[in-house]
């Protein structure tokens, strides 16, 4: 079945560092790719997403590009912020039927420090 | 404002002692889902429901039943609860028909004692 695989972490970065979350997939047919964040306390926000290959996904700084021939789509953002601590969820979705559903890696937690 | 809502947001019961969670959006979508999320697993998914009356296992099901009598309601219930049950809960929301970007809800934090 469809799977997706990302750093676990936890991470901790000083602010104003650079920031690659890797995530990779195993799917049939052709996915659509997202990243979700979820802030301490609360429920899963959409960050960012890419429906076809070679599509970038932009966000609050972040980006992430879907490559299909190294099936990755990791997520960057050059200098993060404190505001940037939260736990990020690569995910995938539409290869199965219920085509709504996504598969989510196991998420990693990031700590900014100031 | 567009939202899913959750109730309640925290819980803690006994094994055994049926418990409903609740599950509502405002933004008339056609696809909802409910998912638990466990340390080191991420969230998978448990139920979901393509529209009223069609509901469909997920990849967890055991233990679970939902009902969608209505468009905006998707209640999770729990039988009988049992302890490997203790998770966080959240409901997610879709207009469904590819439109695959889901809204969550604040999540449920259940504990099952």
């Known amino acids: 079945g469809d799977s997706v695989t990302q750093m676990e972490g936890p991470v901790t970065l000083s602010e104003e560092a650079c920031l690659t979350i890797n995530c990779t997939y195993t799917a049939t047919g052709y996915p659509s790719l997202f990243w979700y964040v979820q802030y301490p306390g609360e429920g899963l926000q959409l960050l960012l997403k890419?429906?076809?290959?070679?599509d970038k996904g932009s966000n609050k700084g972040f980006e992430a590009t879907y490559r299909k021939e190294t099936t990755s789509f990791h997520l960057e953002k050059g200098s993060v912020q404190v505001s940037d601590s939260a736990v990020y969820f690569c995910?995938?979705?539409?290869?199965?039927?219920?085509?709504?559903?996504?598969?989510f890696g196991k998420g990693m937690k990031l700590t900014v420090n100031p | 404002e567009a939202q899913v809502t959750q109730n309640p947001r925290y819980l803690i019961t006994v094994t055994g002692k049926k418990l409903t969670v609740t599950c509502s959006q405002n933004?008339?979508?056609?696809?909802m889902s409910w998912y638990r999320q466990d340390p080191g697993l991420g969230l998978r998914q448990i139920y979901y429901s393509m529209n009223v009356e069609v509901t469909d296992k997920g990849d967890v099901p055991e233990g679970y039943k939902v009902s969608r009598k209505e468009k905006r309601n998707f209640p999770l219930i729990l039988e009988s609860p049992s302890p490997n049950q203790t998770s966080l809960y959240f409901c997610a929301s879709s207009l469904g028909w590819g439109y695959n970007e889901q809204f969550f809800g604040p999540g449920t934090r259940l504990t099952v004692l």
């Open positions: 933004m008339n979508h056609e696809y």
């Open positions: 890419a429906t076809k290959a070679d």
């Open positions: 995910a995938l979705s539409g290869t199965q039927g219920g085509s709504e559903k996504l598969v």
